[in-house]
């Protein structure tokens, strides 16, 4: 499960999202570069504040499973629509690349013990919207050369693959101690009310 769930770390997702809009870029598809980059960076921004929110706020949903949405998952589903809507595939496609890859990566988020179904949808979720972002806004679909995108896409995954990122401990620090937390998030913010 490690082997797979490794694909969609921040540690590989991260460079791979940059080679791919650096490619887009060379190959003078502008708009496609910009609006990729921006949909993945507004994607992972949601989801550094959806988990900020969650870590510091878990005694409210406690009895829902929320402390900590899923971003492998919204990785995976941003990367995979995002990567079909930049091929010119309909909304219909990239929602079913979305899907699969978010089943693929939740079924080894939930295995591993690292998240639960509704954080694991949460991040789906998100990843979509991402996704059907780009298709929203690129644009027409100019012919690209894929050779070089796939040759930089593999070289970026084999190079990367197996590295971690670990923001998590980071994220759950700050949403703990930041104090930039809701007050109704707040321990003992109920005794206050």
Not at 116 to 135: D, K, N, Q, R
Request: charged share 10%; with cysteine.
């Amino acid at each position: 499960m490690n082997f797979l769930t490794d694909f969609a770390d921040q540690a590989v997702v991260l460079p791979l999202v940059v080679v791919i809009a650096s490619s887009l870029a060379l190959q003078g598809w502008r708009r496609g570069a910009v609006v990729w980059f921006t949909a993945i960076a507004g994607t992972f921004g949601v989801m550094l504040a959806l988990k900020l929110f969650f870590i510091g706020c878990q005694g409210v949903f406690g009895p829902i499973a929320l402390r900590s949405p899923s971003g492998h998952v919204a990785a995976a589903s941003v990367v995979v629509g995002g990567l079909l809507a930049l091929s010119g595939r309909g909304r219909g496609t990239v929602a079913l690349g979305v899907l699969m890859a978010a089943v693929m990566i939740g079924l080894t988020r939930l295995g591993l013990g690292a998240h639960t179904l509704p954080e694991v949808v949460l991040g789906g979720g998100v990843g979509l919207i991402g996704a059907l972002l780009v298709g929203r806004y690129i644009g027409p679909v100019p012919a690209l050369r894929a050779r070089p995108l796939i040759l930089a896409s593999v070289t970026v995954l084999a190079l990367f693959h197996g590295r971690h990122l670990e923001a998590e401990a980071a994220i759950r620090q700050a949403a703990t101690g930041a104090g930039v937390l809701p007050a109704w998030c707040q321990p003992g913010s109920a005794d206050r009310s």
